[in-house]
């Protein structure tokens, strides 16, 4: 049996990709420090759950590993951009490190989720291939490549090294995320009848399903030639999933329409966007890898859990705002605690 060690393993991908890893047959080590909650992975037989920060991974933490998928992140621009230090140190710092050492412990494979926000902005008649000069223009973004840039160079022929860069997320996942754009779309339509659309709407940006980003790390894992994907970089969505903001608006709006009977309207908000970016995924379809899912898909999948009680837009489903939550009472706890309790002591 392989096993896969995944950081960032409790976050809205991994939650996704850890179950479907598991009934593909592989062992799995999720790694996280669980800021989402250590609940939202089902303890079952392959399965070990190890509570660490992936600053302070150690080699233990790679033995008998065959595949490392490195999700661990600070996972936004907003929350980069706050908490700059530890995007830098998390996001590329550590995640070469982590590539470092599982290289000297004989991992055969390491994928790093990347994301194509590197991109940044592009003239709208680009479609941006892996070749394609890149404009990081967040904290986060350039983190990401900065991640790039370190691990690319590990590859040799006893080493496999791949880069996904993906396009945003959506669908549904244990840990939810309304923080990304077609989840918080339909959230907005859903409940209130008011969908948001960051301003001018001509921005262009690529989705994918969050269970095609997870099958494309599962297929590059599995994919019989090394050295074919070795050393690479690859786009990760679907031409069918290049959206501008605006058109992709008015397809949430209807299928919300559909699904709940309920009148929609849009609702603009922010200044103007000034990421908008094509993306070409020819290179990783050429291996026989294609996205399956559509935002029409995981709409009516998240109105469903909407309408059925098991899902609503919580402060941890919104990144940023759940990190300053926990920021805000550690310290209320730190100013109370004393010998090592409140109360109860
Ligand atoms: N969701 C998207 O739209 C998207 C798009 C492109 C790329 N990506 C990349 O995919 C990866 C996963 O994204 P996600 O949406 O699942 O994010 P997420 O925020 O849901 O998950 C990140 C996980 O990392 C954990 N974590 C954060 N810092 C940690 C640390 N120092 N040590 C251990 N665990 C830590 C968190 O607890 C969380 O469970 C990230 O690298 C992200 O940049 C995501």
Redesign the pocket.
């Known amino acids: 049996m392989q096993r896969v060690l995944v ?2 393993a ?5 939650t996704t990709l850890v179950p479907m890893l598991l009934d593909a047959g592989y062992a799995v080590r999720a ?6 909650g250590a609940d939202l992975l089902t303890p079952r037989d392959g399965l070990e759950l190890v509570r ?4 302070r991974i150690t080699p233990a933490h790679l033995t008998e590993i065959d595949h490392v998928i490195d ?5 936004n621009d907003p929350s980069g951009e706050l908490y700059q230090q530890a995007t830098w140190q ?2 590329h710092e ?1 995640r070469v490190r982590t590539a470092r050492m599982a290289k000297e412990a004989g991992v055969k494979r390491y994928l790093l ?5 590197i991109y940044g902005f592009q003239a709208p008649d680009v479609i941006c291939t892996e070749q394609h000069a890149i404009n990081p223009l967040t904290t986060y973004a350039k983190a ?1 490549r900065a991640a790039e840039e370190g691990v690319l160079p590990l590859a040799d022929d006893g080493f496999t090294v791949i880069v996904l860069r ?4 959506f669908g549904y996942a244990p ?1 939810m ?1 309304f923080d ?1 754009a077609i989840n918080g779309m339909t959230y907005g339509a859903y409940t209130t009848g008011k969908l948001p659309l960051l301003r001018d709407g001509t921005q262009w940006r690529p989705m994918v399903h969050v269970a095609d980003t997870a099958a494309a790390q599962m297929f590059m894992i599995g994919f019989g030639d090394p050295a074919r994907i070795n050393g690479q970089i690859f786009n990760v969505g679907s031409d069918a999933n290049n959206y501008q903001l605006r058109p992709l608006a008015e397809t949430v709006r209807d299928t919300v329409r559909e699904a709940t009977d309920r009148d929609v309207e849009i609702e603009w908000y922010g200044e103007p966007d000034d990421r908008s970016y094509r993306v070409n995924f020819d290179k990783v379809e050429a291996l026989g890898w294609k996205a399956q899912r559509t935002a029409g898909d995981a709409v009516v999948e998240i109105c469903r859990k909407l309408q059925s009680g098991g899902l609503d837009k919580t402060p941890k489903t919104i ?1 940023l705002q759940w990190y300053k939550e926990l920021d805000r009472w550690h310290q209320i706890i730190r100013d109370v605690e004393m010998y090592g309790g409140i109360l109860n002591l």
């Open positions: 950081t960032g409790g976050g809205y991908i991994g790694l996280d420090r669980f800021f989402f660490e920060d992936s600053r999700l661990v992140a600070v996972s998390i996001n550590s989720p990347s994301s194509c926000s990401n993906q396009s945003t997320v840990r995320r990304l990144t």
